[in-house]
């Protein structure tokens, strides 16, 4: 039988599916609508990169301890309670927004709270997933789940694009607080698992302890040390494209909020694409596709920050969509592969944490937007990335021809 096939057919695994497609088509509606609605309100860069910053921080604040309270407690009781509690920020953002008393501070605190339901998301489902399916169908299962991301990165910036033609956040709040009631219902069908204990209690007191247990773990693990470095190189400086994307589209091609919403729906596409191979062929050197992709696509964005043409842009994002499936679907798979189910989720959460030095980046980014333009700021930003990623893939060919 085909493993995809085999995948969907896992108990509970659609349900986790549908949570994480629907916080993801919000992430990429957001990412897309945010970005180009506070610049075209205030007109500042860095602004622009501070409702980043406060969308991404909560990864690197609790990403960690996120993971170990999911190795402690009842993972679908946290991610309900999650899911529930966003829900109840975004009708509180519809409100506002219905009312026309929505402003710079509550896009921000609405932003945080996106932030801190992905950073819930991220080390938890991923775990319950690994929990569902067989070990040999671990690459087939992140493989359909980032499929579904990577659709919803497609069809995410359209809406946007869309919605935007009016100048309103209203229709993305009222459908974001759809989109996570649904999930939070969802959650609430998928069976509860047993709890694996650890040989400490579930007591806070221990979380610290917890926490430096999985990153003694990682040290002993080369790829895990290796995806956790490049990691942080691509979202410290490589994804903080996406805080200044609008910025860069309306200064260097068009203003037009559809153009903006297809141009970050291709690189969607390409990653779907890209992310269907890795599904279906079961690659025995996974670190370097993983490396080769983040190469592919720090430089098709940097080129992208360089271009003036909408032809040659929509090549880039294409090409950068199949780096992105590389890196993306690859870093899943090598960290789940080579975590123990017991400390999995300590793993995750310390791979949040390196996920969550992308507000760093994204607030760095932004001031030196406002003073040097957003393409000139990415352009050496993602120079530096270039030259980090080749010295990480020396030391990775070095250990593999020992």
Not at 114 to 132: H, K, Q, T, V
Not at 272 to 298: E, V
Request: charged residues 10%.
């Amino acid at each position: 039988m085909n493993p995809i096939i085999e995948v969907l057919q896992t108990k509970d695994f659609k349900k986790l599916w549908f949570i994480g497609t629907t916080g993801m088509s919000m992430r990429w509606i957001e990412q897309i609508a945010l970005g180009f609605y506070v610049y075209k309100i205030t007109q500042d860069e860095f602004l622009v990169g501070l409702v980043f910053f406060f969308r991404n921080i909560p990864m690197l604040i609790f990403g960690a301890f996120i993971g170990v309270l999911s190795d402690e407690f009842n993972k679908k009781n946290i991610l309900k309670a999650t899911l529930i509690m966003t829900t109840i920020v975004y009708f509180c953002l519809t409100i506002s927004s219905l009312l026309g008393q929505l402003n710079y501070f509550q896009i921000c605190f609405g932003a945080f709270a996106a932030g801190l339901a992905w950073s819930f998301d991220f080390p938890i489902r991923r775990s319950l997933l690994s929990e569902i399916v067989d070990r040999r169908l671990y690459p087939s299962a992140i493989g359909v789940d980032m499929t579904s991301s990577n659709i919803a990165r497609v069809i995410g910036p359209i809406f946007a694009g869309i919605v935007l033609q009016q100048v309103t956040l209203l229709p993305i709040y009222l459908f974001g607080t759809l989109l996570f009631f649904m999930a939070f219902i969802a959650c609430s069908k998928v069976s509860d698992r047993p709890l694996l204990k650890n040989k400490h209690s579930s007591s806070i007191k221990f979380l610290s302890k917890d926490l430096l247990e999985g990153i003694k773990y990682i040290f002993q693990s080369r790829t895990l040390i290796t995806v956790l470095v490049v990691t942080i190189i691509m979202n410290s400086l490589v994804f903080t494209y996406q805080s200044q994307l609008s910025v860069i589209v309306q200064n260097n091609l068009t203003d037009l909020p559809i153009i903006l919403g297809v141009l970050a729906a291709l690189e969607g596409l390409g990653a779907t694409f890209g992310t269907l191979l890795i599904a279906n062929f079961p690659f025995k050197r996974g670190i370097m596709i993983f490396l080769s992709g983040s190469f592919l696509f720090g430089f098709c964005i940097m080129a992208f920050a360089f271009s003036q043409s909408i032809t040659l842009s929509i090549i880039l994002m294409i090409l950068g969509g199949f780096g992105m499936a590389g890196f993306g679907t690859l870093q899943s798979i090598l960290i789940i592969s080579s975590a123990d189910q017991k400390i999995r989720g300590r793993v995750l959460g310390i791979l949040a944490i390196t996920i969550g030095t992308q507000p760093i980046g994204a607030f760095l980014l932004g001031y030196f937007s406002r003073e040097y333009g957003s393409a000139t700021a990415l352009k050496y930003s993602i120079f530096f990335a270039l030259i980090l990623l080749t010295f990480v893939t020396l030391l990775q060919l070095r250990k593999q021809s020992n």
